[in-house]
Structure formats: structure tokens, C-alpha cells
């Protein structure tokens, strides 16, 4: 059974970086598919970050590409997701996930979430 | 303002038969692009419903159904219970120029009667 775990603080302060990781277990990173960052702002719907392939090519949000990072390590099965400059807008639920496909790829396995708030 | 838009709420009575459309334009869905629901219980992280249209992963009822037509798709749930009241979300990939990412619907709210 695959399972995907966030971890990483839970606040952070403006104009800081927000740096996030997923655990994988149960599937082996290196074998394929992509993997995926998803958030959620508090009473609001989902918005797609970025995605990394396990070879470790990305594809990012236009609108938050200047400020994302996503990065795998096949040797500890997880990847990470770094957010600069962060301001409240950032707030969120912050969701891994695995996805199958590029270009319309859906999410099979999603993680439980992670609440990340800015403020001072 | 979501690139998919989806109604905010529909509801019906146990038993019954609803729909949610997903409606698109020709930079995402009628440019071919799949679409995929997703079914998200409070407090939880979402789950998958349907994928590449009209797919159902191993474990979801047969009352879910999915098709798509030009520019849009729809969610189809009969015999509705009410452990179906969630948020639903419809997600695909959309390729205008300089913008091209994977989009969610804004989501749509079930409500059980």
C-alpha cells in the first residue's frame, strides 16, 4: 500500500521559505511516476504547485514558479518542496501526492496534509 | 477564478441521481486534455474518483460516473447516500501560453437532504 506523510514546520514567517517534505513508503521513488505538490487554503479549493519526475525534471505553476523549488532523494524515498518569500496568502493545507501522466496527470495517493501558516 | 468552473453546490434526496459539470474551454478540456474527479470528506485529503474521463480506480462504487464532451465533463452519482456529501473537485491540464499547468475546478459542495 502506497503512503504518502508530510512533514515541516507548521508556521512560518513572512518572507521566509517554507520548506516541506514527503515521505514515500510502500512504492520505491526511483521505480517512476511523478509526484506531486497540491495545497489548500483554509476554506478554499485546491491549487497544483509543481510536479517532479523521478528522474528529477519539474514542471511548476506559472504563477509560483519564481518562488518554487521541488527536488526528490531516491536514497531516503521522498521528496521536498521549498516556497520563498512566503506571505499570508500562502496559508494552506499542503498536499503530496503521486501522479500518474504529464499533461493532465491525476493523483492517486495523496498524503494527509500538512496546515502551514505565515505570520509574524 | 478557476480556469474549471464548477457549480458551488448541488444536493438532492437519498436515492437520487445528481450531476456536477466541470466546464472548461478549448485551452484545457476541448483541447483533449483528460479530466479526473476527486472526492474530498471534511478534514480529509482528497481522493480519487474517476480519472482520464471516465475511469473508476479499484474500490469505488459503480455509482460514480464520469464523461466529457467538447469543452466539458460531468460527475454523475446515482442511488445518492449520504455518506456522498463532500467536496467534489474536477481537475485537468490546461496549455495557454505561457501559463500551462494542472487546473482544479473550483469544487462543488453535495449536500445530502
Known amino acids: 500500500q502506497v503512503q504518502l506523510q508530510e512533514s515541516g514546520p507548521g508556521l512560518v514567517k513572512p518572507s521566509e521559505t517554507l520548506s516541506l517534505t514527503c515521505a514515500v513508503s510502500g512504492y520505491s521513488i526511483s521505480s517512476g511516476y511523478y509526484w506531486g505538490w497540491i495545497r489548500q487554503p483554509p476554506g478554499k479549493g485546491l491549487e497544483w504547485i509543481g510536479s517532479i519526475y523521478h528522474s528529477g525534471s519539474t514542471y511548476y505553476n506559472p504563477s509560483l514558479k519564481s518562488r518554487v523549488t521541488i527536488s526528490v532523494d531516491t536514497s531516503k524515498n521522498q521528496f521536498s518542496l521549498k516556497l520563498s518569500s512566503v506571505t499570508a496568502a500562502d496559508t494552506a493545507v499542503y498536499y503530496c501526492a503521486r501522479g500518474e501522466g504529464y499533461s493532465s496527470s491525476w493523483f492517486d495517493y495523496w498524503g494527509q496534509g500538512t496546515l502551514v501558516t505565515v505570520s509574524s | 477564478q478557476s480556469v474549471l468552473t464548477q457549480p458551488p453546490s448541488v444536493s438532492g434526496a437519498p436515492g437520487q441521481r445528481v450531476t456536477i459539470s466541470c466546464t472548461g474551454s478549448?485551452?484545457?478540456?476541448?483541447?483533449?486534455?483528460?479530466v479526473h474527479w476527486y472526492q474530498q470528506l471534511p478534514g480529509t485529503a482528497p481522493k480519487l474518483l474517476i480519472y482520464?474521463?471516465?475511469n473508476r480506480p479499484s474500490g469505488v462504487p459503480d455509482r460514480f460516473s464520469g464523461s466529457k464532451s467538447g469543452t466539458s465533463a460531468s460527475l454523475a452519482i446515482t442511488g445518492l447516500q449520504a455518506e456522498d456529501e463532500a467536496d467534489y473537485y474536477c481537475?485537468?491540464?490546461?496549455?495557454?501560453?505561457?501559463?500551462?499547468?494542472?487546473?482544479f475546478g473550483g469544487g462543488t459542495k453535495l449536500t445530502v437532504l
Open positions: 478549448s485551452s484545457n478540456i476541448g483541447a483533449g486534455y483528460d
Open positions: 482520464g474521463n471516465s
Open positions: 481537475q485537468s491540464y490546461d496549455s495557454s501560453l505561457s501559463a500551462q499547468r494542472e487546473v
